[in-house]
T-cell receptor, first 116, second 115 residues
Framework: AQTVTQSQPEMSVQEAETVTLSCTYD???????LFWYKQPPSRQMILVIR??????QNATENRFSVNFQKAAKSFSLKISDSQLGDTAMYFC?????????????FGQGTTLQVKP | NAGVMQNPRHLVRRRGQEARLRCSPM?????VYWYRQLPEEGLKFMVY????????ESGMPKERFSAEFPKEGPSILRIQQVVRGDSAAYFC?????????????FGNGTRLTVT
């Protein structure tokens, strides 16, 4: 069975600085998708970034980028120029590409606080 | 284009009552997913429906829980005879196509409290 692990329960960063959130996963599949979701206090789950495993190039979305290391099964999120609005819980998630399902597997989450 | 709409936002039920949670997917989306989030945990998959059909219910408890997505109207997650352990945030998501072809868009969730 696939698993997703986020080993950092809490992190903090000063406004305008850069922070990296860690995520590792375990799977025997070759084709899959990885995601980072943000959950602010409003509780809504917001998609931050998506990576397809067959693509070697790391996904980027404005200030957000990932470091995808397929062999190491690692998928970290880098937030550059952190803003107060980035304060939220961040979840790493995995989706198998070979099955007809919407079964995202989520990690335990990392609470990020951006300090002024 | 309105996002995924869930209601109610908060729901309080006494033990033994029924809880009905509603989800209207985004316009043009025919795939709906339900997830449950316990305090301080990530979301856990419950069920995946595609217009009137249950595609994957591997995350649904075997008893008391059911889900439907009728041809007309919202998707409903129904919990019969609720117990304290059912207290959680329940999230609905929708997508235009299958999850590996199009991203899931989540609603704001319904927080169920069982007293």
């Amino acid at each position: 069975a696939q698993t997703v692990t986020q080993s950092q329960p809490e992190m903090s960063v000063q406004e305008a600085e850069t922070v990296t959130l860690s995520c590792t996963y375990d799977t025997s599949e070759n084709n899959y998708y990885l995601f980072w979701y943000k959950q602010p206090p409003s509780r809504q789950m917001i998609l931050v970034i998506r990576q397809e495993a067959y693509k070697q190039q790391n996904a980027t979305e404005n200030r957000f980028s990932v470091n995808f290391q397929k062999a190491a099964k690692s998928f970290s999120l880098k937030i550059s120029d952190s803003q107060l609005g980035d304060t939220a819980m961040y979840f790493c998630a995995y989706l198998g590409g070979s099955s007809n399902t919407g079964k995202l597997i989520f990690g335990q989450g990392t609470t990020l606080q951006v300090k002024p | 284009n309105a996002g995924v709409m869930q209601n109610p936002r908060h729901l309080v039920r006494r033990r033994g009552q029924e809880a009905r949670l509603r989800c209207s997917p985004m316009k043009g989306h025919s795939h709906v997913y339900w997830y449950r989030q316990l305090p301080e945990e990530g979301l856990k998959f419950m069920v995946y429906l595609q217009k009137e059909n249950i595609i994957d219910e591997s995350g649904m408890p075997k008893e008391r829980f059911s889900a439907e997505f009728p041809k007309e109207g919202p998707s409903i997650l129904r919990i019969q005879q609720v117990v304290r352990g059912d207290s959680a945030a329940y999230f609905c998501a929708s997508s235009r196509d299958r999850a590996y072809n199009s991203p899931l868009h989540f609603g704001n969730g319904t927080r169920l409290t069982v007293t």
